[in-house]
């Protein structure tokens, strides 16, 4: 959204329904929600911004943290970068538990590297306040370092999850000390891919779920020993029938999983899944 007295009363509703924490998102550097004022067009209005995080801390009820989602700035223009600060210090003023800094410019996108120095520039001028550290988190390893070499508090993965929810199992290893856990077997994979598509189905109808679900089932491939070739089969899944006989053909046999290779010309990279 962008208007702020709308946030308010959808935050309550978002609390009505259970859920523990609101985070409101002024990261998003999608176009078409840029086009609508909203997401990242909003570092570039403080006043709007900042009224925002007071309406909803306002609104919901004392034990619900409220959390801001940002990138570093709209772009890399001085004033900019004092927008950014206006916002993320008054966001704290006006209660605000944590704050998630993605390491890219609004006006990038997707593009060049996170840049993990203004990270560790930006917890530092934190001090104690919560700061949460994004951008470019595509294995376990790499959300360690970015704790270890920013000084954040703990960090958010975005595309880095997206067909492979097992990260947060492998950082959650490699915090703990232990070995980084094997990759998930194709049984597992298809446990979660199944489950995905139920999940899905809560909200949308069965077509639109099979065709919104065809980019996630190719990002889910990258796990799979034989890629390459699954990633054909879920291009041209159109129903429930059809996702089904993919798992059951690819699926069948509980093999061992491959490790995602991260390179640039991953889908991981793809700025198709529109996440901040």
């Not at 409220?66 to 900019?80: P, Y």
């Not at 990759?183 to 779920?209: G, I």
């Amino acid at each position: 959204g962008a208007v702020p007295e709308d946030f308010g009363p959808a935050a309550l509703k978002l609390v009505e329904a259970g859920f523990d924490v609101i985070d409101i998102n002024f990261g998003c550097p999608v176009k078409k929600v840029l086009g609508r004022c909203r997401g990242g067009f909003l570092l570039s209005q403080p006043e709007t911004a900042l009224e925002i995080v007071s309406r909803v801390r306002d609104a919901v009820p004392p034990h619900v943290p409220v959390t801001v989602k940002m990138r570093r700035a709209l772009d890399d223009q001085a004033e900019s970068r004092d927008k950014f600060f206006e916002i993320f210090d008054g966001a704290y003023e006006r209660g605000a538990a944590a704050i998630t800094v993605h390491g890219r410019t609004v006006e990038q996108r997707y593009n060049g590297p996170s840049n993990w120095d203004i990270l560790r520039e930006i917890k530092q001028h934190a001090g104690d306040r919560v700061v949460l550290g994004s951008g470019d988190l595509f294995t376990a390893q790499a959300c360690l370092d970015m704790i270890q070499q920013t000084g954040v508090d703990g960090v958010t993965a975005a595309r880095g999850a997206i067909g492979n929810p097992w990260i947060f199992r492998e950082a959650r290893a490699l915090a703990a000390g232990l070995p980084l856990p094997d990759p998930p077997s194709l049984h597992e994979q298809r446990d979660a891919l199944r489950e995905h598509f139920r999940l899905a189905m809560e909200v949308y109808d069965e077509k639109r779920t099979a065709i919104m679900l065809r980019k996630f089932g190719i990002k889910y491939s990258e796990l799979h020993p034989r890629f390459e070739e699954l990633r054909e089969a879920f291009i041209v899944v159109s129903s429930l029938a059809e996702w089904d006989a993919v798992l059951d053909e690819w699926y069948h046999e509980d093999l061992p999983g491959r490790r995602r290779v991260i390179n640039e010309d991953s889908p991981i990279f793809s700025e198709t899944c529109e996440v901040a």
